[in-house]
């Protein structure tokens, strides 16, 4: 803790006390000063280190000029030795130094030597392919707790898949810090069946396909940690420029919130030279899809520019089917609205998005933690090899909406990456689609499949201006292309999100009950009959009405505001 030193108070007239005084706070306040540069100067490094990253069993990124760097006593001079190439930096006045070396092809087992004011050999050090793995659950979550690990962890001998895996930290919390820090304390293991199950299950699975596609090594950075908002993976500089109350709001609470792991895990991550990024995050930040539309892209462009590869491929999974599947034709939930911010990162150039929209298995718990991790390390390994491998006759992507026309009734959806044909998954009719009007209300609609079109119309919707699909926790959409990749979820309207339901909770019981009366009980249906009864009642007798709320709930409804509605009735009368 820093010392403190108050001034006494002296009079004026005591001139010669205090010119004493004066001279000995002055002496303090040398020795003060002698005694912080004295700190300072037992920080920095005396000899030769190199971060966890620059170690032993690494995989250096093939055919590119990598980043090597360390530490040592300022003004030293380093040499970097790799495959008959050699570079040299001085180490700078906070003992930093950096080289890019020469890589060469794929291979191995290499040694890299560092000279400084020690030599520090590195062995078995191979050359491949680097991905960086970053997210939350879902990018973080083991191969031991994933579908069939009981005969995946025996089979794993594969000597040239490799992770440097940053979230040693105590219960899988990673390293949070206030301050970017220079290294993290682990180390690159390679794979066998002692070390697989502690993996993250995502990124070995996408990199044991691309080992069997390019009969290269892998290397994995891995960077995710459960449960995290985005914000914890962003610079504090980036949160304090674009999101002032965010940081405001993080550092009120004791749990990781803004830059707590950019600084622990990411920044001593970088500049590791990579090939690309993967990523799969959002489901923390799902009741905050406008933000996320922002951070998300922020996010690619600052890692791109923290590992000096400004145009870096940057591959990401959209967010799961999740909870019980849809029951209405649109749902006012979190999760679609989140998957809707994520598209906007694809404005951004070499980015690339796939779908797990149908990654439970029959049966499965829908608590947001899928097991099957071998069909998200599937395409996101099938977006690589098309987008970034060049192999351009692979179809990597399910059906993307492209365009609508709306004529009269009839709504023509036309899509992209329909491979041969557009299909349903079941060869059933179509599910998962809704129409709405300028009421902005949505009901189920009918559709066929016409090359690579959908054709749609909805007996409800007179004069639809807007389509959605998949719109939900859970879609049931069975939209899919002749590849088996399944449609991406979409909305052509552009409304103001999650805006309906909140408003209705805002309002007084009597506004409320006047709002459903007029704009939300369908007039030619069995609900207006039991409403109108309901609605009389409340005029008169309010309390009693509860009763007779609850039993119009358990009547089937097509839309999702209206007992979305009639609870918040419910709820007003009740308090």
Partial sequence: MASVIRLPKIKPSSKIIQSIVTLVIGFAMVLMLNSCNALVTNQLPNTLTLPSIINHHMVLQQQANVAVWGWDRPGTTVQVEFRDHQQSAQAGLDGQWMVQIPSGPAGG?????????????????????????????????AVQASWNAERTIPAATNSAIRIWDANTGDR???????????????????????????????????????????????????????????????????????????????????????SGLFNG??????????????????????????????????????????WHQEDAPFLFVELANFLQPQTFPVEDAPWPALRDAQKEALRLPNTAMVSTIDILLPGEDTTGHPSNKQLAGHRLYLAAIAQVYNQSDQEWSGPVFKSVEFRGKEVIATFDHVAERLVTQDGQPLRGFALAGTDQRFFWAKGRTVNNTVVLSSPSVEQPVAVRYGWANNPIGNLYNSAGLPAFPFRSDNWVLRVRKLQLQQMDWRTLATTIDRELIPQQSTLRDRWNLIYTTLAQRPQVVKPLIEQLLQQPMEEEILPNALLALLKKLES
């Fill in 265 to 306: 895990m990411v920044y001593p991550a970088a500049p590791f030279t990579t090939r690309g990024f993967l990523w799969w995050q959002g489901e923390a930040n799902a009741d905050r899809a406008l933000q996320y539309r922002v951070l998300f892209p922020g996010l690619i462009e600052e890692w791109r520019h923290l």
């Fill in 172 to 258: 899988a919390l990673g390293w949070s810090s206030d301050t970017p820090q220079k290294t993290v304390p682990t180390e690159w293991k390679i794979t066998t069946p002692e070390s697989v199950g502690a993996f993250p299950a995502t990124p070995y699975f996408f990199a044991q396909e691309l080992y069997q596609a390019l009969k290269v090594p892998i290397g994995i950075v891995h960077l995710a940690v459960p449960g995290q908002d985005i914000e914890a993976f962003l610079s504090r500089e980036f949160m304090t420029a674009h999101v002032p109350p965010m940081v405001e709001a993080a550092g009120s609470k004791k749990e990781v919130r803004s």
């Fill in 109 to 141: 087992a290499f040694s890299l030597s560092v000279r400084g004011t020690q030599t520090i050999v590195l062995e078995d050090v191979w050359v491949g392919e680097v991905w960086v793995a970053g997210g939350q659950s879902n990018m973080w979550w």
